[in-house]
């Protein structure tokens, strides 16, 4: 959920966010705050609506740097983001190999891969390279479709590929961070290819 996009459900999403646009500045701060403690301690679905909440109150704390402002302390367990100085809540996202770990308050690379723990590095990589061909394929051109041979078959295998790949995420290197972290969020879906959170079962 980008700052900017053309995604249908941004002015759905707009909407939603209207309720913590309207909050103060401290009544915001310390909502967030009070957030991150429930959020502590496990590794959470993009899509679950208590992230999704979050995620609608970060982008209107990001916009008005209510972090910056120090007006609630957030949960001690959580170190300052190097990207925009607040609570530090990674996303772990099929873009992991390039851009490491994601800010969810900023969207910008929080934790690179070469900063995560060294025992966990080779594994990530590996899965973000594997990721990369399958995600591509919703993205290939007329000469790749017909290259293909059969551009619907192609893309419901990546489709397919992709549920396994975001599930052993959610099931295997999401539990795995929440050891360096004390909230991982995990992406369990890719628009692109038509899989939503419902298709990974865990």
Known sequence: MPHESEHPADALWAEYSVVFRDFDDLTLARWMAQTLGQLQGRAWRLSHPLVGSYRLAAQTAHDRQIWLKRLA??????AEAPCCRAPL???LSRDVAESGLVCLHCSASAVPLDDLPEDLQPLLRSWGEEYAPVHQVAHWDEREQKASGNYD??????????ETLLAFAGHQLAPKLIEAFPTIIWEDQDECLEVRPEHIKL
């Open 89 to 91: 809540l990674p996303l």
């Open 73 to 78: 302390t957030s949960p001690a367990a959580y």
């Open 153 to 162: 078959e192609a893309f419901e295998n990546a489709a397919t590929k992709a």
